[in-house]
């Protein structure tokens, strides 16, 4: 798992070692530069003795080491004192036999046998000596080693500690985060209240925001979901109840023409209900379709024709189809079209009284076009709800009040736009739909 | 009795009234809160069959209404939403009962015979006076064990007077009970509907108060 408590440790761990490991390099460096720096120092001051003590030219040492000393630092340096002649005057006990001396005067490394030396070299002509004293370079490095070791060993063994605080820490910091993810986890599908971001810290609340931002989108969208669910139960059992009433009737009624009318009701119910399921379906699908713009053209007179015989047979109403028409090519998916056609004809045929006439025009320009019908038209409050699921105004409609709700989301889908008003200077209504 | 069903769906309104005037009732249809308001100003019902959804309104506030103005007429509410929250909320705003929609229609009416029944303060589902025994359920009435054959309209009638012995009910509250909105009422129907009881359940057990109207006499 992709955790950003192990992420953050171990950054911070590699940045700490990081950190310590410059810090013991640089430790090393600076060690080392003033241990060969005391070292040379020391190195010279014992040349300078050693050859101060040594008489003008007349010392008869013994050329025999000295007894050798307890502990490895103490036999760290060595001293040869050389007749100018080359002749081995006195050394000092664990000073090599080989000459340490160089021809001049000063500082010099100076391999023998299979070891390094640093050698400091006094020549004196006067006393016809030359002192050279010198100490192993490993035993400089063994000293160096010893000093980082000392400060590295305690440092290793204080690491896991370290880790282990780091580790803790860390869990403490995304404790939050933690908080919230309980929260969130701890609730039941149906809790879509905003999580409280209470003491949360400036870099959580930004995640709180929007997951609360997401949850109001969730909880919009399901309500609106229960409230169709809600409708639809409403729309579908009223009708299932009035087809179980009815037949309850029509068995229990004695005389034949009560049987009759009953059976007759159920019939009509029936027929109300198929109608009523196919609208619901056709909702859903249009609810869940995202667009239905596209390049295909269809002819606005034929889908007209179809929509209208589609609709049924008007009972008695004078239906006109304006010639503009026939000619018109309007874009978009043609079952998208039928939807809007058909049930913009059946609205109009539902509020118009026969004999009533009911239009289809262009409008101007091609833009779109328009229904006209003769009936009560709308009171201007009910304008703005005749798109709305379910809506069925005071007029005592007898549909689902579903109609115009897949008018207009039809036309969304088009690209077009669904605009219904009162005809002005006659009654009845005017829907139009216009191509933006 | 007289049922007031306000339901918006005609074929269900239209089944209501058919079906529950096979149990002897006369029954008044309105599609709307406004109408029912109306109707519920202009007569007493012994019942009220309440659809929630309805086109202008909600059962629910047209019930809140009846209950803040003192309306105490049964109301049975008729539901398609499965929600117990509407259940108790339609019960808590003052129904008496409720069904979800499909319901039987006997179950229908043996719920509102329960209600208008309680509100009568009686728990015995039948009527019983001095051998006389009315059961609305089954819609017969016997004398001293022995059926007699009544018309919907004498049931209705003797059912009234039946329903709280020894209390006088006047012809128009009797009327009142008897015809809905649409049908005619001949001015002495009632006087022949006693006429004709007083042949079939017996002379004396329905007194006439001069003036007043029509009781069942209880033996003191």
Known sequence: ?436 | MRILVVEDDPVLSDGLKVGLELSGWTIDRVGGCADADAALAAAAFDAVVLDLMLPDGSGLDLLATMRRRGDATPVLLLTALDETVDRVRGLDRGADDYLGKPFDLDELAARLRAIARRRTGRAAPRLEVAGLVVDPAALTVTVDGEAVALSRREFAVLAVLMERPGVIRSRGEIEDRLYGWQEEIESNAVEVHVHNLRAKVGRTLIETVRGLGYRIRVAE
């Open chain 1, 1 to 436: 798992m992709n955790s950003l408590r192990r992420r953050l440790f171990l950054l911070l761990l590699a940045a700490t070692g990081a950190v310590w490991l410059c810090a013991v390099g640089w430790i090393y460096l600076g060690s080392r530069a003033e241990l060969e720096h005391v070292l040379d120092a020391r190195l010279q001051e014992a040349a300078r003795m050693v050859h101060s003590l040594v008489a003008g030219g007349n010392i008869t040492g013994r050329a025999e080491p000295l007894p050798p000393p307890g502990t490895g630092y103490e036999r760290q340096l060595a001293c040869q004192i050389w007749s100018l002649d080359g002749e081995l005057v006195a050394r000092s006990s664990g000073a090599p036999n080989a000459s340490l001396a160089q021809d001049t005067e000063g500082f010099a490394d100076r391999r023998m046998g299979d070891e390094l030396w640093r050698v400091y070299t006094i020549v004196d002509p006067a006393k016809g000596v030359r002192v050279a004293v010198g100490d192993r370079i490993g035993l400089r490095d063994r000293l160096v080693r010893g000093l980082v070791g000392g400060l590295v060993t305690p440092a290793l063994l204080i690491a896991p500690l370290l880790g282990l605080l780091i580790w803790l820490g860390l869990g403490r910091g995304l404790r939050p985060l933690n908080a919230v993810a309980g929260e969130i986890a701890a609730r039941d599908g149906e809790d879509m209240r905003p999580i409280a971001p209470g003491d949360a810290p400036a870099e959580v609340r930004p995640l709180i925001s929007a997951i609360n931002g997401l949850l109001g989108k969730v909880e919009v969208a399901r309500r609106h979901e229960r409230e169709i669910t809600a409708f639809a139960a409403h729309e579908l059992r009223t009708p299932l109840a009035g087809l179980k009433t009815q037949a309850q009737v029509a068995l229990a009624t004695t005389d034949a023409a009560g049987r009759d009318r009953a059976l007759g009701q159920i019939i009509v119910s029936v027929d109300r209900t198929a109608r009523l399921v196919s609208q619901l379906l056709a909702l859903a699908r249009l609810e869940a379709m995202p667009d239905a713009r596209s390049e295909a053209r269809v002819n606005a007179g034929t889908a007209l024709r179809e929509a209208i015989s589609a609709a049924g047979a008007a009972a008695g109403h004078v239906i006109e189809i304006d010639p503009v028409l026939e000619g018109m090519e309007v874009p978009g998916d043609p079952e998208c079209l039928h939807l809007v056609l058909r049930n913009l004809h059946e609205n109009a045929v539902r509020h118009t009284p026969a004999p009533g006439r009911i239009r289809w025009s262009a409008l101007p320009g091609g833009e779109g076009l328009a229904i006209d019908d003769d009936g009560p038209g709308v009171p201007g409050g009910e304008l703005e709800h005749l798109t709305s699921r379910f809506f069925r105004g005071s007029g005592g409609a007898s549909g689902a009040g579903l109609g115009l709700t897949i008018a207009r989301l039809a036309a969304e889908r088009l690209g077009a736009r669904l605009a219904i008003a009162n005809r002005e200077g006659a009654c009845g209504l005017r829907s139009s739909v216009t191509w933006r």
